[in-house]
């Protein structure tokens, strides 16, 4: 039986081989999308707000020395007072996001579409189209009513739902129509809109993630993944569609279980909830055997 100290080292060794697969993966994709500063400033300035947080919870909310701030980050104190003075310059730049803000295309049409259900049938077409333009616009109203406007503009988030077949233009009237109950960012071919979605949807599973690693077994979130080692290659392709339209169908079902539980309103005492569906594929880097 290994002794206390070799467990201890065993875990931090298959901890940071599993960071490290995670950050090759994510690293391998920012590479030219955003500068090795720029995300080396980003996570000093989260680590050090996560950590502050920790502490401030074990703590039961008193004040933290700097001594305890960089026993915690490994940061020396004229580091973290640095990063604490920046993080007040910037303003809120470096704060966590609810999925509703992050996602605000997403908040925008289940809003709208909740109005148009909540409408008698007579009179749903009126909320199915809206008029755009003006402060006091519906859609105008609709977006401040539904999410924080700070950095995205009506015009950004129409230009958005355009590009994934979610509304039609009226330029001369000025109206914009709801073609779709759900939003689906992956009908789009704007890059941005893509990562920004699938970069939620990683948010998403660390969050169930952080919560199932904190709680007993049977307050566990559902998480799993059913994967092969043993595909053929040259049945690949027939692989990816057959479990293409099995994903499908699972989303539709679960769309219907959704909708079941959705009150008709957009505001008050509300949650976000649900699950995600992704297909993966691994192949084994370039010149080296897959077993």
């Avoid at 940061?75 to 973290?80: C, F, K, P, S």
């Avoid at 015009?155 to 590009?163: E, F, M, R, V």
Wanted: hydrophobic letters at 40%.
């Amino acid at each position: 039986m290994p002794d206390s100290r070799e467990a201890q080292l065993q875990e931090v060794t298959i901890l940071t081989r599993a960071v490290e697969n995670v950050f090759r993966k994510l690293i391998r994709f920012l590479v030219g999308r955003i500068s090795l500063v720029k995300l080396q400033e980003m996570i000093s300035y989260i680590y050090v707000q996560e950590a502050e947080s920790r502490m401030r919870e074990d703590l039961s909310g008193k004040s933290i020395s700097l001594t305890k701030m960089a026993l915690m980050t490994g940061l020396d104190t004229r580091a973290i007072t640095a990063i604490r003075e920046k993080i007040e310059q910037c303003d809120g730049a470096f704060q966590q996001l609810l999925l509703k803000d992050l996602t605000p295309e997403s908040a925008i049409v289940e809003a709208w579409s909740a109005r148009i259900k909540k409408s008698s049938k007579k009179g749903s077409e009126k909320f199915r189209t809206l008029k755009f333009g003006c402060e006091n616009d519906e859609f105008e109203k609709l977006v401040r009513a539904t999410i924080s406007t700070r950095g995205v503009t009506t015009q950004s988030l129409i230009q958005t739902l355009l590009s994934t077949n979610s509304i039609s233009l009226d330029k001369t009237r000025k109206t914009i129509k709801l073609m779709v109950d759900h939003y689906s960012p992956y009908l789009s071919n704007d890059e941005p809109n893509m990562v920004n979605a699938a970069f939620s949807a990683i948010s998403n599973l660390i969050s169930t993630i952080e919560h199932n690693v904190s709680v007993s077994v049977e307050d566990r979130m559902f998480q799993r993944q059913v994967w092969t080692f043993r595909l053929p290659a040259k049945k690949l392709l027939h692989f990816r569609n057959t479990i293409r339209e099995v994903l499908k169908e699972m989303e539709q079902e679960a769309k219907d279980q959704v909708a079941r539980w959705e009150v008709a309103t957009f505001d008050g005492d509300l949650l976000s909830a649900g699950i995600g569906f992704y297909y993966f594929e691994e192949r084994a880097p370039e010149g080296k055997p897959s077993e």
